[in-house]
T-cell receptor, first 116, second 117 residues
Framework: QQQVKQSPQSLIVQKGGISIINCAYE??????FPWYQQFPGKGPALLIA?????SEKKEGRFTISFNKSAKQFSLHIMDSQPGDSATYFC???????????????FGTGTQLKVEL | GAGVSQTPSNKVTEKGKYVELRCDPI?????LYWYRQSLGQGPEFLIY????????DSGLPNDRFFAVRPEGSVSTLKIQRTERGDSAVYLC???????????????FGPGTRLLVL
């Protein structure tokens, strides 16, 4: 059972453009939604995260939009740069107080390529 | 400061052999997680420790997989009678705690690439 669905599988964006990656989740008990960036041969690294009582969070060029009623959230990368070329994973977890222990359920990933 | 380290970085073994994968978490982090990442997929949860005890091992695929964290720091993932389907990248992550009202950042190591021939 895939609890977090991610799209698109791959994405090509021109330098300076906006990259948009979408995720949908099923478990309404999830209370933490992070995005991870992974370069080849490296482990995932946290990019930005949001909790469900907030509809948007912005950090630099990265923005998460969150729609609780639709159970969807998305990552927007503004002014995309070649150095942003990587695989991006959305994830979701439940905190300790709801028995989740913060174990992450990941989406299937999006390979982003930013072209010059 | 040092991040999460994992050894070995690569492991090639033959079907039926036993392997151990080691994780050194960030100093002071009480929560430690193991994930498995198959090619082209997102990481999948295996097990997590809060301190020395396995708080949730629901992701372990079968009884060939076992993990320990005897002193609440270093953890070892053990795989018995390896199968070709076990080939994947095994990732370890640590966080200050698994508790709290919502998520704590998990810091991932570079992973161990296991290939079972």
């Amino acid at each position: 059972q895939q609890q977090v669905k991610q799209s698109p599988q791959s994405l090509i964006v021109q330098k300076g453009g906006i990259s948009i990656i979408n995720c949908a989740y099923e478990n309404t008990a999830f209370d933490y939604f992070p995005w991870y960036q992974q370069f080849p041969g490296k482990g995932p690294a946290l990019l930005i995260a949001i909790r469900p009582d907030v509809s948007e969070k912005k950090e630099g060029r990265f923005t998460i939009s969150f729609n609780k009623s639709a159970k969807q959230f998305s990552l927007h990368i503004m002014d995309s740069q070649p150095g942003d070329s990587a695989t991006y994973f959305c994830a979701a977890s439940r905190g300790h107080l709801t028995g989740g222990g913060n174990k992450l359920t990941f989406g299937t990933g999006t390979q982003l390529k930013v072209e010059l | 400061g040092a991040g999460v380290s994992q050894t070995p970085s690569n492991k090639v073994t033959e079907k039926g052999k036993y392997v151990e994968l080691r994780c050194d978490p960030i100093s002071g982090h009480t929560a430690l997680y193991w994930y498995r990442q198959s090619l082209g997929q997102g990481p999948e949860f295996l097990i997590y420790f809060q301190g020395t005890g396995a708080a949730d091992d629901s992701g372990l695929p079968n009884d060939r997989f076992f993990a320990v964290r005897p002193e609440g720091s270093v953890s070892t993932l053990k795989i018995q009678r390896t199968e070709r389907g076990d080939s994947a990248v095994y990732l370890c992550a640590s966080s200050p705690t698994s508790g709290g009202t919502w998520g704590q950042t998990q810091y991932f190591g570079p992973g161990t690439r296991l290939l079972v021939l």
